[in-house]
């Protein structure tokens, strides 16, 4: 499992119920294809808002009861109507997309939460339709696992996202903790860095034991696919840790092993999502 953007739908999963693999794959490839128009390529940000816009319209198209004739959009509109699937959040995806063409800053960490809300939350929320569970304390729920997961992200990518001209790192942190985008630019891996990092890891940690008892009231196929999810972020949570932060260098990726150590976990995760780890 890739934490990643929108890695973490469940399209490929054999824990998916057949019957909303449709959906989720509509929905997944809208998510995709628009992520990739704002970060992607060598449009300029004018072609990029432009663009984004056009998936705005088409989402009215649908709204409006007519049918689009682009496939990607004639798929989603077919499944929207099927399973009654809120437009909101999609619209709320393509307002985060679109702030990525122009905002590479975020100067609190409030800030970033909110954009959070709007890149990662939807996601949840649209499963959680999905699967029935809609209900305001999942939706609460939902909203910390993924916003955690988007944090997790950010702080496994801080290298990557810097080669972008971009920090998602909240500017008052890196003031606080005495590290410049300078240093971040050129790797330096240092006790400020690494106070820093694990200042956000912790948050981040903190914000998915928040909603991680979400996993073991979902039932079923679902409530192990998020069983799934959470220890997966928190493993690279953990292995961020072993390297001491040094994501210049050191990219946590997850592999075979680790399969292997988040089904044992799953099994074994209690309603803070922690769980005691496997001997090394």
């Known amino acids: ?34 992520d990739d ?19 705005s319209e088409q989402l009215d198209v649908i709204e409006s009861g007519a049918m689009p004739q682009q496939p990607l959009f004639c798929e989603l509109a077919t499944c929207i109507r099927q399973f009654n699937i809120p437009l909101q959040p999609l619209r709320d995806l393509l307002s985060a997309f679109s702030q990525d063409v122009n905002t590479l800053r975020y100067e609190r960490y409030h800030d970033l939460l909110d954009y ?16 029935g569970a809609g209900n305001e304390p999942n939706i609460a729920a939902s909203d ?14 801080v290298a990557v996202d810097a080669t972008k001209g971009r920090t ?16 971040i ?27 991680s008892a979400l996993a073991l009231r979902l039932p079923g196929r679902v409530g192990w696919e998020l069983r799934l999810v959470v220890q997966g972020g ?10 001491r932060f040094d994501v210049f260098l ?17 099994v074994r995760m209690p309603a803070n999502g922690l769980a005691l780890p496997l001997a090394n």
């Open 144 to 157: 910390a696992i993924c916003s955690a997961l988007q944090l997790i992200n950010f702080w496994q990518d």
């Open 168 to 183: 998602y790192l909240p500017q008052e942190d890196l003031r606080r903790f005495g590290v410049d985008e300078e240093q």
């Open 37 to 55: 128009i704002a970060d992607e390529g060598d449009a300029t940000p004018s072609e990029r808002l432009l663009a984004l816009k056009a998936y």
């Open 116 to 131: 959070c809300s709007r890149s990662a939350n939807p996601v949840g929320r649209l499963m959680l339709h999905l699967y």
């Open 1 to 34: 499992m890739s934490i990643d953007h929108y890695e973490n739908f469940p399209v490929a999963s054999i824990l998916l119920p057949a019957g909303l693999r449709a959906p989720v794959e509509a929905i997944y490839r809208f998510a995709r294809s628009a």
């Open 234 to 243: 928190l493993r690279i949570l953990e292995m961020l840790e072993a390297a």
């Open 185 to 211: 630019r050129l790797g330096i891996c240092d006790d400020n860095w690494r106070a820093l990092m694990q200042f956000e890891a912790d948050r981040a940690r903190s914000l998915m034991q928040t909603g």
């Open 250 to 266: 050191h990219r946590p990726v997850l592999g075979k092993l680790d399969w292997v150590r988040l089904a044992w976990r799953a």
